[in-house]
């Protein structure tokens, strides 16, 4: 019999403190997020709160852009890629965005003389609750951290366990890597004043404006039942028998993307301190309480269950994954790294929040790598492929917050830069909704169409929901807008095929025939890609909303004369437009193969000559070294998913694992990158359901390794949940549940079933019965 999943412990733990920040544990609730560390005596835990970023409103476009484009455009045409880009790069390119700033420290200092034994700390993913347990002087203190939601603040008890009376003595600290000044607020609560820079553009340089830039503060107080508190030396004191509560909450002065902060802090300090009120008036049960039910409202929603012949679950989360890198046995390890994924993006983006950056909501760092921005030619969308299959639809509104802010800045940056309608986004964003060029290589800094990319996932929260309104109030517009920007990007090229120029193909470069590398031509295979699926969405939206009009005239002339796939001499995708030679074989970027996944336009069904070029091109690549960082590993495991090639899928999963997982779980890129966990569990959603050919197909990629498993709440496009379980690699039962009524296709090893999702049908067939009362169950009959 099947272990219930739901029973199953999920929980990181370590017999140690973290020696570093990737050791340690990350909380969030959307806005503020919380590494913890776990040292017993000497407790940090390091914030971040979601608008805390450098610089200030307002873009800079590069007025030159405009006035080159038809010198660059004639320069590609002409073949004289290598001078068109050096061109671009002198010409049109902009300046880098800004970055997400870290904000400051938590210290926690238990005082009390003699050593600690029995040492525990842990994340359980099923309450998103962090524990840290040790003995000292024969008693045991726990302490329990979360982020609350509900109650926006961070959560921090330190109990004495036992009948006796145990005093606790605790002081606490603040700091941070800003300017700041620290003060005592309101009921004895500890306050950090402090001020973001107003730039980190340029490596080593970190520049202050006392009158410019973002402002925050952070809030601490703390409550004992039997003691008290007091402040000096800049830190909070507090004591209490057997049981300390601290809560914990900030604020910056940010307003939205274009208006200028209010310099006058007495705003975001009134906030802090109703928040902490009304939560001190709470006590610590209610709080803990509000918190788990917010979260596992969204958790709970799906469970995965791996049986495994060898139990590493006694063992700390660190040397599981050492023994991992060698046997890659663990399968339950698998499976909770499927739902860390989902954990992550619970705890980085909820309703009302930032999106979720290149670090989701973690960063230590005033100077991040890639300032943690949102790289939108491919990392912040692979943030979010698991929203939707992975039943956190909810967690997709900050990206459409986001789409929706750059849909305003991007529309000055297509008219300006390019004498274009509709709106126009480069390869990075960052809190000021940045949508120009950034600095650099043309391979990188020239690429205007992350907003046709972003507005895909417009149209598969529509695909999901079959959500009517958002449908007409929110995605067709936007993606009318990205569409408007890319008729007016397109232009005749020599073959009399629409096509868009300059092109890139994201970070890639090809070799020019005298053996020059560059990075830009015209009509790049993920453009086409990107712009027809766009074209297809908007057709499509159309049909939905009775809307006939101009555009869709517009757009239905535009797609027909779009340039096609194509497949070179050795059988593979071409990645440009010409044969060119690659300049790096084994890229990390797959970006021709959007098509296969994300997108569907490469598939069995109807293009299968396209899949197997598609199969080629990636084989090409992984010979030549690809996939080598986290992310692009990810990418990979959705790839072989499409192709339902299950031995690769699952290989590149274990390479992730083994290769790109630091001991807390989190994606080396290196270094930390949050995408490759949102990736790798997208995949593995991928290789148990797939619904993107119009019919739901069950365990259509399942690794031989998983021989046994079950699954449940997956979602699958049209409206439905899944529930699936195996025994020795065959299904065993599903269980789909409609949300809409409507026809589905169900499908599992060739076989297909037509189900009309209406009350009372029951279908029969010779392999597979169907069932439908609210529930359809599939099962296997026997034969």
Known sequence: MMTNPNKKDLKLWYKAPAAKWEEALPLGNGRL??????????????????????????????????????????????????????????KMVGEDCEAYQPLGDVIIEH????????????????????????????????????????DQVLVVRVMALGQESSPIRLRIHLNSLHPHVINEGKDKSLILSGKSPISVKNPGEILYDDHRGLKFQVHIQGQSEKGGSSISDEALEISGENEVMLLLTAKTNFINFHEVPKSDLSSI??????????????????????????YQSLFNRVSLSLDTEHHYEELPTNERLEIYKNRQDDFSLEAMYFQYGRYLLISSSRPGTQAANLQGIWNPFIQPPWNSDYTTNINTEMNYWIAEVCNLTECHDPLFDLLEDLSITGKSAAKELYGARGFAVHHNVDLWRMSTPSSGQACWAFWPLAGVWLASHLWEHYLFTLDHAFLEEKAYPLMKDAAQFCLDWLIEGPDGYLVTNPSTS??????????????????????????????????QSCKQLNIEDDFLEELSG??????????????????????????????????????????????????????????????????????????????????????????????YLQTLLARSTHPNLFDDHPPFQIDGNFGGTSGMAELLVQSHLGEIELLPALPAAWKNGRVSGLKARGGFEITIEWADGKLKLAEIMSTKQSNVRVSYKNKLIKIETQEGTFV??????????????????DE
């Open 506 to 539: 994201p970070e890639n470069k090809f070799l020019t025939d005298d053996g020059q590398p560059t990075a830009v031509s015209y009509a790049s295979t993920m453009d086409m890609t990107l712009i027809k699926e766009l074209f297809q969405n908007c057709i």
């Open 33 to 90: 997020g919380a590494m913890v560390f776990g040292d017993a005596k000497y407790e940090k835990i390091q914030l971040n709160e979601d608008t805390l970023w450098s610089g200030e409103p307002g873009q800079k476009i590069n007025k030159e852009a405009k006035h080159t484009l038809e010198k660059a455009r004639e320069l590609i045409f002409k073949g004289k890629n290598v001078e068109a880009e050096q061109l671009i790069e002198k």
């Open 558 to 651: 535009a797609i027909e004369r779009l340039v096609p796939f194509k497949i070179n001499k050795d059988g593979r995708l071409q990645e440009w437009i010409e044969n060119f030679a690659e300049h790096e074989p084994g890229h990390r970027h797959v970006s021709h193969l959007y098509g296969l996944y994300p997108g569907n336009q490469i598939n069995r069904n109807q293009t299968p000559n396209l899949v197997e070029a598609a199969r080629n091109s990636l084989t090409y690549r992984l010979e030549h070294g690809g996939g080598h960082t986290g992310w692009s590993c990810a990418w990979l495991i959705n790839l072989f998913a499409r192709l339902q090639d299950e031995h690769n899928a699952h290989f």
């Open 269 to 294: 300090e009134t906030q802090c301190q109703n928040i902490l009120f009304n939560a001190k008036n709470k006590g610590y049960e209610k709080l803990k309480n509000f918190h788990i039910h917010d």
């Open 764 to 781: 029969m067939t010779n392999q597979v019965k169907v069932e439908n009362n609210s529930k359809i169950k599939v099962s296997l009959v």
């Open 111 to 150: 005082i009390n003389e003699g050593d600690v034994e029995n040492f525990r700390r842990e994340l359980d993913l099923k309450t998103a609750v962090s524990r840290t347990e040790y003995k000292i002087c024969d008693v045991t203190y726990r302490r329990e951290i979360f982020v609350s939601y509900p």
